[in-house]
């Protein structure tokens, strides 16, 4: 009798395998102090992110069903049931579009996989532990399977892909096994979404995909642990999302070489400036030659921006032309952000208000600045080099290129510079946070792995009590 060969595990086993078995036991100091900077960061943006365009629609949707209250509302005192508050949470912390990035694979992390994982952790009593233990391996998962694309912005990975991870991650907050993690995410793939339109139309709901996302990740990982099984080759199956989403173009050594001893998620950004990566080179630019020869917005006769095939695709557009929300279409504008950047020598979350968006001196300069296609470069998915050149009314021109974006690994912000961004967010946000507030959820998350549960940082983030104040 001939003896049958053990099939060989899929990237779908891998992925399960490694998110079951993840402890933060196993973390690389360097991936855990990775990790925790990414959930603080994370805490900050969403706070800032608050009262965000389109946060209050969701909020009003989902404080209207019933459900057990378990889980907490950033910056509210409202508890709501755990795929509500993944979802609204999920939209808070990327509607100012000041989340991590992986800027290779155009996609972000936290948005997605934090919210689902505090919220059921918080609805299990999960420990910091396993808090931060889920969202390494939804993290990670996210990052590879971002990574193994190789197409343009068509479907948007951090709503198409992001529910697979999240559902991983929430997967481990239940401490469901390989299988169960699998039928988690084969049931988010079910409900995979999310493209590029509404980026292209200025539409809020771009910022719900990732809240959309991480609402998906709670809902496949408890219909799982109640027996619902889901596809098991949701990657690479016949109709599984690479072949299916991504016409079969990906790289599918990417997804699990090295896993568990290579960790992706080092190689993401901690974004410097509240709007769209796909500008952020050409507003480090304008800001860095705005600076250095102390321009006046009147110097300015006209400035030209160019940017790669991919930034161009969403930052290219003259800002008002997509006749979406003003605060959306600013954010998703090269013209807007880099004339704001002349006028105001700063790009921070003040600049993005309807009110900001709305200064004649901006719109003006804004209207002087044209943004073009480098024909060059025929990479699909890359954010550089952007390169910016003024032209004085003296004739003169300024020209400087941004090859390596600020916030990247390479060019890291500070540990000053990431503390700084958490007060400014903490500032922005509608409610007051307190002194005493900030450095608890600075302390708890800086200890999440010896957290006894994980609803002390859910009561924190919700920021009740006299002056906010635990």
Request: hydrophobic share 45%; glycine share 8%.
């Amino acid at each position: 009798m001939a003896t049958l060969r053990p099939t060989p595990p899929t990237s779908e086993d891998r992925f399960a395998r490694f998110a079951a078995a993840l402890e933060v036991t196993a973390l690389p100091d360097a991936v855990a102090r990775q990790l925790k900077a990414l959930i603080l960061d994370s805490i900050g943006v969403s706070l800032a992110g608050a009262e965000a365009p389109g946060v209050d629609a969701v909020l009003r949707a989902v404080t209207q069903w019933s459900g057990p209250a378990d889980s907490s509302l950033y910056a509210r005192p409202t508890r709501v049931a755990a795929p509500w508050a993944a979802l609204a949470n999920g939209v808070m912390a990327t509607a100012r579009d000041f989340d991590d990035t992986l800027d290779d694979a155009m996609l972000h992390t936290q948005p997605s996989i934090l919210p689902a994982t505090l919220a059921l952790g918080e609805a299990r009593d999960a420990t910091g532990a396993d808090l931060l233990a889920a969202v390494a391996a939804g993290t990670e998962m996210l990052c590879r399977m971002g990574r193994a694309r190789r197409r343009g912005q068509e479907f948007l990975p951090t709503g198409s892909l992001a529910g697979m991870a999240a559902a991983a991650a929430s997967a481990r907050i239940l401490r469901l096994d390989t299988e169960g993690i699998l039928d988690a995410c084969g049931i988010a793939y079910s409900q995979s979404a999310a493209n590029v339109q509404p980026l292209r139309e200025g539409a809020t709901v771009k910022r719900v995909h990732a809240g959309f996302a991480s609402k998906v990740g709670v809902l496949s990982a408890v219909l799982a642990e109640g027996g619902l099984t889901g596809a098991h080759r949701w990657l690479e199956g016949e109709f599984g999302y690479y072949n299916l989403y991504e016409r079969g173009d990906y790289h599918p050594a990417t997804l699990t070489d090295g896993l568990g001893t290579r960790f992706h998620l080092l190689d993401l950004s901690l974004k410097p400036y509240p709007c769209a990566r796909d500008n952020h080179g050409a507003v480090e630019a304008a800001l860095s030659l705005t600076l250095a020869h102390d321009l006046q917005p009147a110097q300015v006769a006209s400035a030209d921006i160019s940017l790669p095939p991919n930034a161009f695709g969403v930052s290219g557009h003259p800002f008002g032309s997509l006749r979406g929300h003003p605060v959306v279409e600013a954010i998703v504008s090269a013209a807007y952000c880099v004339a704001a950047a002349i006028c105001r020598r700063r790009i921070q979350l003040e600049d993005f208000t309807e009110h900001a968006t709305a200064d004649p001196a901006v719109l003006e300069l804004a209207g002087r600045i044209t943004v073009h296609c480098d024909p060059a470069i025929t990479d699909p998915v890359t954010f550089v080099p952007q390169s910016v050149a003024i032209r004085l009314t003296n004739g003169r021109i300024l020209r400087q290129t941004v090859s390596i974006l600020r916030g990247h690994p390479s060019r890291p912000l500070s540990n000053e510079e990431r503390l700084a961004k958490f007060h400014a967010c903490c500032d922005f946000c509608p409610q007051r946070i307190g002194a005493r507030r900030r450095a608890a959820i600075i302390n708890a998350v800086e200890h999440l792995e010896t957290l006894a549960t994980v609803r002390t940082l859910g009561r924190l983030l919700a920021l009740d009590g006299e002056d906010n104040e635990p």
